[in-house]
């Protein structure tokens, strides 16, 4: 099940402003070509919204700065700003449950929620819920369960686990069931998850 | 050379056990780099326009506005890619007419379904290749779209391809021009005199709604167009050498000038072997310079790529009172999409492919009409026949009072039967599965309440085998670099690394599997018709078998003494006098002439067919149609297994979307042909919520003609769960369901039928 996103804007028009001349948002892919960078930038038009804001989003533990329009959401800026790729673009439309990511713990459709929204919350994609080199116990157990097979998915299911778990450590094999219903797994590896579940909520473990 | 087979027993070290995949980590964590994960310097964003219209002329194309806004850097439309003459492409699994496939990734002259790629725009972010595509205008001159598959065969229909022939059985009414690109006939002796010996005839018609395959990672591909003139393309594909040499012969490159990287796959299940963007990105990446990656939506998916065919089947059975059948009859027409697809061909085959039919017919059609061009799903064909023929055969059973597995136990296709397309079986295991289903607890098990029934169904796929090749270093610390050319969709690393590893009597944790681009490993051919585990695990074997025959050679050098005199088993290398184990040769090798690389290509022959058998057990809500599964189980005969938890998931994940396309999923068009449903959200996929535990039961009938006795695994199981469903909602509430998908609505207005008929 996902939360419902907060969807105020806490941006003033004075900050949609500010950055509306600073087309260097454009293409920021990865840090390393800055003259690619520039040149595109250069040539980015006049945006038919608001222009880019320099914004700081703190993502899997670390503060990541970009300057991004303010119609991109919180997926496109993760995955074509940030460099962050865990969460993966399916439908776009919330319907889908691949992009989902922790924002304060609540599991969120990346693709349904502004990158600008997002300031200030703590983000965390699958990739975030490891200790260092070790995996999450759920991701260890998805592992384990090869709940998997083209993997896809995966992050989004782990991260929707992951959040109905830290809500409520005591949930049920039917908590877990409902966390992901909002998720499709094509390959239809929902029998390895049920094996997963019932590992996490002790029943069969 | 001797195979594993004559050098152990049958007890495997690695083999049937359950390694957790190398590849594993990557994946929960989100590090796996799939294709939109791909970033280059100066990356630009591709998008691409589509028709609107599902059947429309094009009178003209002007992009001066889009190329004019700030931030574009390239666009292009079919005058950027030089027309190609009809001619047949081999795809591994199919194969392509080049002239349609560079119509079908863009339009030239006619637009045939909505959806159609138009034109195409890269620039400095999404959002302003979006706003450019508005920019372009495109002049239609709309025509009457046809979308369902009489109609299309119909004389007065819409005609798509003007100058469309018909290939195959001659057609002696048809005069002018068509939309039959295809007509089969297969013969078995003589239908009329078995059908007047039948006691039983029951003739029945099936229509099926097309489906998609549904994969969740959309298509995206990314094109850097060197200076040089080499291009390289990132791709999510199911095959890499397919891909390079479709994107070559259409942009007229030599195929040494295309290196195509395989990336991370997020499913495929037949639709991502023809390529739609690949071109589109590298002529986007000449015309601008630049890297340009092109990323489909969702919506594109579903109205641009290969669904499955929607079809009408009629099959007529004919039995003797005994329960023998004596002939049978199919008549089936299967949508081609915009341009001729052939998945007519193995849905004629497999239509009566689980029965020993003295007497039979088989006549299709591949109809060409506005919809996408369909592509290949998972034993493409095989699920529209299978939901048809099998019905029949329960209701044949019922009629004759036969119990339905014993049923299909008197007539079932086994070594030596002839199907009516000609081959006949080799050793294959059907009778196996009907035993092991019967005697499973699931069919005597009591089903009480209301509104509840028992189901059976069998489903056949043909398998393929084709080309694979690896190579695969040894190591100075004794584990393998296994390098290979297959797309791991689904486990294949490890299901091909087993083998190898079984070979040399090591682990599978010591191979390392690496799946490569174009250059760095031979030609492979895709990743579909259930070949992967066992052709380019057979490739492992024999380049594991040339390690071998290497390594013996260094040890006879080590040891002084002939090659002759060194024997090799599991894992082991010995003469009279001395011992070494792979580890430790290993180890010497580079004292000893240097590294030791295996290598093997082949071209499979010996595939092995698979059948299964499923029970279904579901309950019908009367009020609303809806059907809710309560127990499924799944016997197949799988070959030797490899890895138990990949062919069970292969069989797990078959029944998921068998269940999908029964109940569910469905192309929804208007009266103008446009698929009202392109989402996800009303285009429904199963869910966990919506899938019972289902139980895998293996049968292993090993392949005599693989080294470990392989078969595909994969395909098959998608292929009863409609026909088997069907049976038990009949079970459940006496009404026979002849229509795909079995949806809520469906059910709930045969309901009100029923009941006001009586």
Same mark, same amino acid.
């Given at each position: 099940m996902v939360e419902p996103i907060d969807t105020t804007m806490r941006l003033g028009r004075r900050s949609f402003l500010k950055g509306s001349g600073v087309a260097a948002a454009a293409a920021t892919v990865a840090g390393t070509m800055a003259e690619e960078v520039a040149h595109g930038a250069d040539a980015a038009p006049p945006s038919s919204g608001p222009g880019a804001v320099e914004i700081t989003l703190s993502v899997d533990g670390k503060e990541l700065k970009s300057s991004i329009e303010p119609r991109v959401t919180l997926l496109d800026a993760l995955r074509d700003y940030l460099n962050v790729t865990a969460a993966k673009r399916v439908c776009d439309r919330g319907t889908c449950g691949a992009c989902t990511v922790l924002i304060d713990g609540k599991s969120i459709y990346a693709c349904s929620m502004l990158a600008i929204e997002a300031q200030g919350k703590k983000i965390t994609t699958a990739r975030g819920l490891m200790k260092g080199d070790e995996l999450h116990p759920i991701q260890q157990i998805f592992w384990e369960k090869d709940a998997s097979q083209c993997g896809f998915c995966t992050p989004g299911f782990v991260t929707a686990c992951a959040a109905v778990l830290a809500k409520n450590p005591k949930a049920t094999f039917e908590d877990m069931k409902r966390a992901v219903d909002g998720n499709i797994c094509r390959c239809g590896t929902y029998e390895q998850m049920f094996q997963v579940f019932e590992q996490l909520t002790g029943k069969g473990a | 050379m001797a195979t594993a087979n004559e050098t152990k027993t049958s007890s495997y070290r690695v083999i049937g056990t359950r390694p957790i995949r190398h590849d594993g980590v990557d994946k929960v964590t989100g590090r796996a780099v799939y294709g939109n994960d791909v970033q280059l310097p100066g990356l630009l964003y591709g998008r691409v326009l589509r028709s609107p219209h599902a059947h429309a002329r094009i009178r003209s194309i002007d992009t001066t506005k889009a190329e004019k806004l700030p931030g574009v850097f390239a666009v292009i439309s079919s005058a950027d890619i030089d027309p190609h003459e009809s001619k047949m492409a081999e795809l591994g699994e199919g194969s392509v007419n080049l002239q349609y496939l560079c119509e079908n990734v863009l339009a030239r002259k006619k637009v045939l379904y909505k959806g159609h790629a138009v034109a195409a725009v890269a620039a400095v972010n999404a959002h302003v290749a979006e706003e450019a595509l508005k920019l372009i205008e495109v002049d239609y001159d709309p025509l009457h779209a046809v979308t369902w598959v009489l109609d299309a065969m119909k004389d007065d229909a819409p005609i798509l391809i003007d100058d469309l022939k018909t290939e195959g059985a001659p057609l002696p009414h048809s005069k002018g021009p068509t939309n039959i690109a295809q007509h089969i006939v297969f013969s078995k002796g003589d239908i009329e005199k078995g059908f007047a010996e039948a006691d039983v005839i029951i003739e029945r018609e099936f229509k099926s709604a097309t489906v998609h395959q549904g994969y969740i990672e959309p298509h995206v591909a990314t094109a850097l167009w060197s200076p040089d003139g080499h291009l390289s393309i990132w791709a999510s594909t199911q095959g890499s050498f397919t891909c390079r040499q479709q994107t070559a012969e259409l942009l007229a490159l030599p195929v040494s000038k295309v290196t195509v990287t395989p990336c991370?796959? %997020?499913?495929?299940?037949? %639709?991502?072997i023809r390529v739609y963007i690949e071109p589109i990105a590298a002529l986007l990446s000449k015309k601008s310079g630049r890297p340009v990656k092109v990323l489909m939506n969702r919506a594109d998916v579903f109205e641009s790529t290969g669904p499955t065919p929607g079809s009408f089947i009629r099959v007529k059975l004919g039995a003797k009172r005994d329960g023998r059948l004596v002939a049978g009859d199919a008549w089936m027409a299967y949508d081609a999409g915009a341009y001729p697809a052939g998945i007519i061909g193995p849905g004629c085959v497999c239509v009566f492919s689980c029965y020993d039919l003295p007497n039979a017919r088989v006549e299709g059609f591949d109809v060409v009409l506005n919809k996408p061009q369909t592509a290949a799903y998972r034993a493409p064909g095989s699920t529209n026949a299978a939901f048809a023929c099998e019905t029949v055969i329960e209701e044949l059973a019922e009629k004759l009072g036969i119990d339905p597995i014993e049923f299909r136990l008197k007539n079932a296709a086994k070594e030596g039967t002839r199907r009516p397309d000609g081959p006949a079986y080799p050793v294959i295991g059907l009778v196996e599965t009907l035993k092991t289903a019967k005697a499973h607890p699931h069919y005597s098990a009591t089903l009480e309440g209301p509104n509840r029934g028992r189901g059976v169904g069998c489903g056949f796929w043909m398998n393929a085998g084709l080309k694979s090749s690896v190579t695969a270093h040894v190591n100075g610390d004794g584990t393998v670099t296994l390098v290979e050319g297959s797309t791991d969709i689904g486990g294949t690393r490890t299901s091909i690394a087993m083998q190898l590893a079984e070979t040399l009597g090591i682990t599978a944790e010591e191979v390392v599997p690496r799946v490569v681009d174009t250059d760095s490993v031979g030609y492979t051919d895709v990743t579909g018709g259930s070949r992967t585990t066992f052709a380019t695990g057979w490739a492992a074997h024999d380049a594991a078998i040339d390690i071998v025959k290497q390594m013996s050679a260094r040890a006879a050098e080590f040891w002084k003494c002939s090659p002759d005199e060194v024997t090799f088993d599991r894992g082991l290398f010995s003469s009279k006098s001395h011992a070494l184990t792979f580890k430790e040769l290993a180890g010497k090798i580079q004292e000893t002439g240097g590294t030791i690389t295996g290598r093997a290509s082949v071209e499979a022959k010996g595939v092995g067919a698979t059948f299964g058998t499923h029970i279904v057990d579901v309950e019908v809500d009367p009020e609303t149609g809806k059907v809710k599964i309560l127990r499924y189980t799944a016997v197949q005969d799988c070959g030797r297994v490899i890895h138990p938890s990949y062919a069970e998931g292969q069989i797990q994940g078959g029944v998921v979307q068998g269940i999908g396309w029964a109940l569910n999923e469905e192309y929804v068009y208007d009266a103008d042909g446009r698929m009202r449903n392109a989402s996800m959200l009303d285009y429904r996929m199963p869910t966990a919520v919506d899938v019972p535990t289902i139980e895998p039961v293996m049968v292993e009938v090993p392949n005599p003609r693989h080294p470990y006795g392989v078969r595909g695994v994969g395909e098959v199981p998608i292929c009863p769960p409609p026909a088997a469903i069907g049976a038990a909602i009949y079970n459940a509430i006496g009404i026979r369901m002849y229509e795909l998908p079995m949806s809520p609505p469906k059910v709930c207005q045969a309901i009100i039928n029923e009941a006001s008929a009586k």
């Open positions: - | 991370e796959i %997020g499913g495929g299940f037949g %639709g991502k």
